[in-house]
């Protein structure tokens, strides 16, 4: 006995069908931005649609059926990596097994700068700053850590600069993870950080001072010197 033929929904279930699937919020909220406005609005058109205006449409009912069902599959593919939780959780500030040292990094980042491309500039930037904390052991290297994290640790050591290491840490991730598109000004601010915490002391834990006061009062000529560097 041949199989029989699927049945396929008629203009206004098909309609009804997609709006009720695209207006859910972790579609919108997974697409990118620059698809959001777009999104909104082909849903809006859909939700706008009714019985009548399907029916007196010259396009067969079959084909509008065909033609949502293939606008709902591409936005599976378009949403599914950030419906994913596992993809939002691994947003790791290094590439794995990456021993590139921060002036490897920074190279990077003014080539792509040299290029006009600001993300990747942006990242690596980030990137160097945290090698560099690593480095000066002011962080210890930590497989997996995130920018968020970053900016928490370095935070106690270098307090002046707590807020805008959370910005930069809020900037990795919208460019290495949401797609967002960088420029100038966020290459200039990262570069701004990554060579203030180069130029600063880091702030030592209560137990530390105590121990290292001795050696903080002989450095304490040395300042001029190192605030003279260019």
Partial sequence: MAAEPPVLPGAEEARRWAAEELAKPEYREAAPGWLEALWQGFVDWLQSLDGSAA????????VIGIVIAVVI?????????RLNPKARRAKNVFEPDSVLTPADYRQRAE???A?????DAVVDLFRALVRSAEDRTILDPQPGRTADEVARELAAPFGAEAERLGRAAGTFDAIRYGNR?????????????DNAL???KPARTTGRQEQAQPDQAQQVPLAPDRAARP
Avoid: F, R
């Fill in 111 to 113: 080539a792509s700068a």
């Fill in 73 to 81: 599959a591409a936005a599976v593919i378009i949403a599914k990596p």
């Fill in 198 to 200: 180069e130029a600063m």
């Fill in 55 to 62: 029916e007196g449409s010259t396009v067969p009912s079959p």
């Fill in 115 to 119: 290029a006009g491309k600001w993300g």
């Fill in 181 to 193: 598109m960088a420029d100038a000004a966020d290459y200039e601010a990262m570069a701004s950080l």
